[in-house]
């Protein structure tokens, strides 16, 4: 089975700060890469996913992130935070051909402050 | 894009009685939708896989025959919590893939979860 990591369960930062949130994954196969935010009060958006191809991905709102197969990583990455930014971040993953199964990480609480 | 929405939003039901979420793709067809359950400051758990037209697919120590799902249609899933506790207690999330863009991605979209709150 698979399982998903997220190193930092709290971040905060001040405004235009740069932003790396750490995702690492353990699972024997190929499999696809998603970000998710979670907007206080929202329901979870998808950011940005990274099935095949280019492994530097980039998302909505200014977001991207690299696929390190290696290193069985898939960080988030921003130059620039803002304080719209506010939100908890989840990394998941399914292996490809795996019925669709998603498994999360425990998320990721980023706070940016003014 | 596509929109998935639950209901009721929240509920507040006493010890022993049962409780019905619906999940609905209200733009798109969703053979496959799945339930995820999320306590207080952790991550979405999976509980079940939803399939149209037949039964749902449980993951590992989630009790079948308390949280039945039921998917009739294309449309439309529901989570019956039966004989609640309050160790039920959760925030109860369905998401839902499009099945004409299966091809394409295995891309789920979320409804905005349902808050169960057994005394």
């Known amino acids: 089975a698979q399982s998903v990591s997220q190193h930092n369960h709290h971040v905060i930062l001040s405004e235009a700060a740069s932003l790396e949130l750490g995702c690492n994954y353990s699972?024997?196969?190929?499999?696809?890469l998603f970000w998710y935010v979670q907007y206080p009060g929202q329901h979870l958006q998808l950011l940005l996913k990274?099935?095949?191809?280019?492994?530097l991905v980039k998302g909505i709102k200014g977001f991207e992130a690299e696929f390190i197969k290696s290193k069985f990583s898939f960080n988030l990455r921003k130059p620039s935070v803002q304080w719209s930014d506010t939100a908890e971040y989840f990394c998941?993953?399914?292996?490809?051909?795996?019925?669709?199964?998603?498994?999360f990480g425990t998320g990721t609480q980023l706070k940016v402050e003014l | 894009g596509a929109v998935v929405s639950q209901h009721p939003s929240w509920v507040i039901c006493k010890s022993g009685t049962s409780v019905k979420i619906e999940c609905r793709s209200l733009?798109?067809?969703?053979?496959?939708m799945f339930w995820y359950r999320q306590f207080p400051k952790q991550s979405l758990m999976l509980m079940a896989t939803?399939?149209?037209?037949?039964?749902?697919?449980?993951e590992q120590g989630v009790e079948k025959d308390k949280f039945l799902i039921n998917h009739a249609s294309l449309t439309l899933s529901t989570l019956t919590v039966t004989s609640a506790h309050p160790e039920d207690s959760s925030f109860y999330i369905c998401?839902?893939?499009?099945?004409?863009?299966?091809?394409?991605?295995?891309?789920?979209?979320f409804g905005p979860g349902t808050r169960l709150t057994v005394l």
């Open positions: 699972y024997g196969g190929t499999v696809n």
């Open positions: 733009d798109f067809q969703a053979t496959t």
């Open positions: 939803s399939n149209e037209g037949s039964k749902a697919t449980y």
């Open positions: 990274y099935f095949s191809g280019d492994p």
């Open positions: 998941a993953v399914s292996p490809t051909g795996g019925g669709n199964k998603l498994t």
């Open positions: 998401s839902a893939r499009d099945s004409i863009k299966a091809g394409e991605s295995n891309e789920q979209f």
